[in-house]
């Protein structure tokens, strides 16, 4: 994984990169945000998909592909998360955002969307920031707050790293979701 230098502050986008994981959101928004950066940023995007040529493309466009890593599919997203700084999810929709699961499980603040599915894991204001979709500018913000700031950064990785993510754990959603069932599927006499 990329380890960015002492004064570098490394925003990570792990997701398959397709039209509704929103990666070129991300892009917008990290653009705007190096044009005013407090620091010196770079970014990640972890993942794979239908998408990633013209993210890529984007990058160029955006004058940032200097500044930003496509690392192509991995397996082993966790240990990006680990070397990141901050975890960025720029989605149209999630039902469980993994990627930001697996952020709090290292201790990692996270910048995502107002969408369905992210405030189960991610407090605005405690464990990150969430701003309303599909504000770029607000995602452009946030990103230069936590930028400027590794006391807000280590605050909410702190408080990531507390939550409990029981909740979250294959056989218990497998067992919830099951439990479901049973109980809207009438039983066969």
């Known amino acids: 994984p990329p380890t960015p230098s002492g004064d570098t502050v490394l925003f990570a986008v792990v997701a398959r990169i397709e039209q509704r ?27 794979d998909g239908v998408e990633r040529a013209a993210c890529e493309t984007l990058a160029r ?14 397996d082993n ?6 070397a990141a700084d901050v975890v960025c999810l720029s989605s149209e929709w ?20 107002d969408v369905p599915g992210i405030r189960e894991i991610l407090s605005d204001g405690r464990t990150g920031i969430v701003v309303p979709y599909p504000d770029i500018d607000a995602f ?4 230069r707050t936590l930028a400027a700031d590794p006391r807000l950064r280590a605050e909410y990785g702190a408080a ?30």
Not at 77 to 82: G, S
């Open 21 to 47: 994981k929103g990666q070129h959101r991300f892009l917008q928004a990290f653009a705007r945000a190096l044009q005013d950066a407090p620091t010196d940023i770079r970014a990640a995007i972890v993942g």
């Open 61 to 74: 466009e955006l004058g940032i592909a200097d500044r930003v890593v496509f690392t192509g599919f991995r």
């Open 77 to 82: 997203p966790e240990d990006y998360l680990a």
């Open 94 to 113: 999630e039902g469980v955002p993994q990627s930001l699961v697996q952020a709090a499980a290292v201790g990692r603040p996270a910048v995502a969307f």
């Open 140 to 143: 452009a913000a946030a990103i």
């Open 160 to 189: 990531a790293a507390t939550i409990n993510l029981d909740d979250f754990r294959l056989t218990t959603m497998v067992s919830q979701t099951e439990s479901l069932y049973r109980e809207l599927v009438p039983r066969p006499e």
